[in-house]
């Protein structure tokens, strides 16, 4: 599995919700897919021999865990965005604002789905 595609309903909602240029949803809504960064961005595992300080030592993550961890990301922040539009439901737009949770709620749950096909990576 190389990336995580959403359908345009998804992706408009994510360009709704997103929280700026560091949210996993505007990455997301800017190019359509959930996909690995660039090589040399590469996080590393976290291990007991470098005190868990992955980012600066021990082994880089493989394909499967890098975008499961990425896809993990995208499920927490997907999650959050959905609780603020059922907390929104009873302002403004009420309808609008349960269809966006709904659809929320879809973007986390194929991420879950991603990280499990990915074997919990």
């Given at each position: 599995?190389?990336?995580i595609e959403f359908d345009p309903d998804e992706l408009d909602v994510a360009a709704q919700w997103h929280g700026g240029q560091a949210?996993?949803?505007y990455a997301v809504a800017s190019t359509?897919?959930?996909?690995?960064g660039v090589e040399?961005?590469?996080?590393?595992v976290d291990c007991d021999a470098c005190g868990g300080r992955g980012?600066?030592?021990?082994a880089r993550?493989?394909?499967?865990?890098?975008?499961?961890?990425l896809a993990g990301k995208l499920a927490s922040e997907a999650s959050e965005c959905a609780?603020?539009?059922?907390k929104r439901c009873d302002e403004d737009q009420p309808g609008e604002m349960a269809e966006h949770a709904m659809?929320?709620?879809?973007?986390a749950a194929k991420c879950l789905e991603a990280i499990e096909r990915l074997g919990g990576a």
């Open positions: 599995m190389q990336s949210s996993m949803m359509g897919a959930l996909r690995r040399r961005c590469r996080p590393r980012w600066l030592r021990g993550m493989t394909d499967a865990q890098w975008l499961a961890y609780e603020d539009a059922r659809v929320l709620d879809g973007i």
